[in-house]
């Protein structure tokens, strides 16, 4: 438990900093995916002992060093099943998982698929930079076709994956995207997806100006648009596929594609229901008649 002398009754966004300020290049979206996190969590009250922060590997895990709560850097693709660890073993705790495109669409995309189907009541933030940044540019799943990276000097040749059509594919109960550049429409977003009951997925546009300075801030702005303004109501999967289909370098909507409410992993499970399996006294456990089983 942290217990922090500074941090006083209502909860600032300060109060989720860690005592080391990021050390991502000047200009990443990272900032602004940090601001509205920080934001968020103060807007919901949520102290930080009571959130559980798990990161990938990549700029966007380095976040780890950044935050004031419980935080949990895994390996490479494993931020999910961390984070669902976390959630099934303390369901009280407010739990969120950040990784890159790379770390959610590549060396996590089984994971990825597996957390949206159980519908475990967490919250994913994918740092969609559509690019390996920390390794210093190489294709990644997102990345857009004819770009030229490290790994493809001539363009990328794979048709890019689509990060909101797979969510939705997958049984997503909660799809939404954000932009970096709108660091209060993204605080909004993070505040709806903690507040959703089952597995949220934001896939959030994060400009990186070092390895990916085609897609600037500047070229999202002439795309992006909100899809709360243009009156656009998330309750139906198939409109939702629609939004999701648009080439990004036309148009780029930011919201919630689509939102239900259903049961979720945890319902599965009623022993889940009574004390967190962290809390149980396990003195009392008597496992022998399991032991019984296998004689
Ligand atoms: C299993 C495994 N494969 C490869 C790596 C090397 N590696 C570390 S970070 C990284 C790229 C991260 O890219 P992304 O997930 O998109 O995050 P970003 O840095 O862009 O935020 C790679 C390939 C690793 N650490 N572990
Ligand atoms: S390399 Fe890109 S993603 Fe990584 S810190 Fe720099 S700007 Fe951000």
Redesign the pocket.
């Known amino acids: 438990m942290i217990s922090n002398p500074n941090i006083v009754n209502p909860l600032k966004p300060e109060d989720y900093s860690s005592e080391v300020f990021p050390t991502w290049c000047p200009g990443c979206g990272?900032f602004a995916i940090w601001a509205a996190l920080k934001n968020a969590l103060s807007e919901l009250k949520l102290p930080p002992h009571r959130v559980a922060l798990s990161f990938?590997?990549?700029?966007?895990?380095n976040f780890n060093n950044f935050v004031r709560a419980n935080v949990f850097h895994s390996?490479?693709?494993r931020a999910l099943p961390a984070a669902m660890g976390i959630k099934l073993g303390n369901h009280e705790l407010t739990v969120i998982a950040m990784?890159?495109?790379?770390?959610?669409f590549?060396?996590g995309l089984g994971h990825t698929l597996e957390t949206i189907r159980s519908n475990v009541n967490l919250t994913y933030i994918v740092?969609d930079?559509h690019?390996?940044?920390?390794?210093t540019g190489?294709t990644?799943p997102t990345t857009a076709l004819g770009a030229k990276t490290k790994t493809a000097p001539l363009g990328a040749y794979e048709y890019p994956l689509n990060p909101l059509a797979l969510a939705l594919s997958a049984g997503g109960s909660f799809v939404a995207r954000g932009f970096a550049g709108d660091i209060p429409h993204l605080q909004s977003l993070i505040a709806e997806g903690v507040s959703h009951r089952g597995f949220s997925f934001i896939d959030v546009m994060q400009p990186?100006p070092t390895f990916n300075p085609e897609m600037s801030y500047d070229w999202y702005r002439g795309r992006v648009y909100r899809l709360d303004e243009a009156g656009y109501v998330p309750d139906n999967r198939f409109r939702a596929w629609e939004v999701a289909q648009a080439p990004l370098d036309k148009k780029i909507a930011i919201g919630v594609l689509y939102k239900e409410d259903r049961s979720i992993l945890e319902d599965n499970f009623p022993e889940l229901s009574k004390t967190p399996l962290v809390k149980r006294d396990l003195n009392k456990l008597d496992i022998r008649p399991l032991f019984d089983n296998f004689k």
């Open positions: 990272n990938g590997i990549g700029c966007s895990g390996l490479h693709g990784g890159g495109d790379g770390d959610g590549a060396e740092h930079n690019m390996y940044s920390l390794t190489q990644s990186c």
